[in-house]
């Protein structure tokens, strides 16, 4: 099977420019493609997940990877996906998530011996002139085309900036810029920046005269339509000081059943045969399926030593063996119990599985709480800190909620 028609039988490519070519280029390893992040944060999440997997399979394939960090287009905004308008960064802030990016993406792609490469479109954006930009690359743009685009429409009704309005003429230069400097032949990029990409291959042929691609691969949606990779928390990095790998792991650990293969074959990097043969699976099945995809993503992300660890928190949590060494963990000082006892609504709030009093007070009324693995139905009940010596003692908030709790 060639890489082109793994990428089809794992569900993950969605637009192409010219099939033939892509398929010419990417099998024969003939491929110098690039996957713009922009640095909106300090972690790469579970969204940019999708992209990272395409670039280490191309690059197993003997294609060259460039990883376009958007230290200038950051500058902007993207308005793709948006109703309203990105908070704008500092240049300091940028430069701190690009050095992030950096390292977690030398977990998925291999840069010595010039594999690979990463660059900052900040080196070329912030020394264009304006009047050069509008000269040479504004001909090329006709506004009621790009109006036309998917993501400058669901702007429209709250309003869309001429800040934001720019960006598809940004992320165009940068394609037209390593076309030139790298000799990128190929733009891949999630389906939602389709307009953005055919703009790049629009201005490469214009101003050049050659052909350059692009192709899209399918989001992450779970069987709702909604973007996989948030929590009620919020995002799931792939920073473990952010998402722990304990909770890396059970967020895959906890998808649906409906979600479960699909997964495992855009995510994984196990045999496609391996995979079609859990298609007929059902029930407790589909529950092995779920560990399966929870420990190689948590492996692939923090190693196999922290999935090891992950599963077997897991197990110890949900199965009722093995150790609770590696579960997340809340330390509380004797300073949090107040008269020497905490009752059980400041120890939810203090270890963060309620927002407030009146939610945790909510939650144990509703026979959602427990402590040590006995079921808490009275809102006064009280604890004393040396309940909490020595290993400490797991709370739990509904069935996926818990932490163990220590007192030093």
């Known amino acids: ?79 793709s996906g948006r109703t309203d308008m990105r908070q704008m960064m500092t240049p300091e802030t940028i430069q701190h998530n690009v050095d992030c990016f950096k390292k977690q993406m030398s977990r998925f792609i291999d840069f010595s011996d010039d594999k690979a490469m990463l660059v900052n479109n900040a080196d070329w954006l912030m020394d264009l002139n304006y009047i050069d930009v509008l000269r040479d690359v504004g001909p090329h743009f006709s506004v009621n085309r790009m109006l036309t685009a998917e993501c400058y429409k669901q702007r429209m009704e709250k309003g869309l900036s001429f800040l934001e309005f720019n960006y598809m003429i940004m992320q165009s230069f940068d394609f037209y810029t390593l076309f030139q400097k790298y000799g990128c032949n190929m733009q891949f990029g999630g389906d939602d920046q389709w307009s953005n990409m055919l703009g790049g291959t629009e201005l490469i042929r214009r101003k050049l005269g050659k052909d350059a691609y692009a192709m899209t691969i399918n989001l992450l949606l779970n069987s709702e339509g909604k973007k996989m990779g948030k929590t009620q928390s919020g995002a799931v990095w792939l920073d473990p000081n952010k998402t722990s790998p304990f909770e890396f792991f059970q967020y895959w650990r906890n998808v649906a059943d409906s979600d479960v293969l699909k997964c495992i074959r855009m995510l994984t990097f196990l045999p496609l045969e391996e995979i079609d043969a859990m298609d007929s699976w059902e029930g407790a099945q589909l529950n092995e399926a779920k560990e399966i995809l929870a420990y190689e993503l948590t492996k692939l992300v923090h190693g ?70 006995e079921k808490v139905s009275d809102i006064a009940v009280k604890y004393s800190a040396d309940f909490f010596a020595g290993d400490g003692v797991v709370v739990r908030r509904g069935k996926k909620k818990f932490v163990k709790v220590v007192v030093k």
């Open 1 to 79: 099977m060639t890489i082109y028609d793994e990428l089809v039988a794992r569900g993950l490519i969605a637009q192409v420019t010219d099939e033939a070519e892509i398929k010419d280029l990417i099998n024969n390893g003939k491929a110098v493609f690039y996957i713009g992040f922009d640095p909106t944060a300090d972690s790469l999440h579970v969204g940019h997940f999708m992209a990272l997997c395409l670039m280490k399979r191309l690059q197993m394939a003997g294609n060259k990877p460039i990883a376009l960090i958007g230290g200038g287009t950051a500058m902007i905004g993207d308005p």
């Open 304 to 373: 196999e030593e922290e999935a090891e660890k992950a599963k077997e928190a897991s197990h110890a949590l949900f199965a009722g063996g093995g150790s609770h060494d590696n579960m997340p963990t809340v330390e509380l000082s004797t300073e949090d119990f107040a008269d020497g006892d905490l009752d059980i609504m400041g120890l939810l709030v203090k270890t963060g599985l309620c927002e407030s009093r009146g939610d945790a007070r909510r939650n144990v009324q509703q026979g959602g709480v427990s402590v040590a693995d």
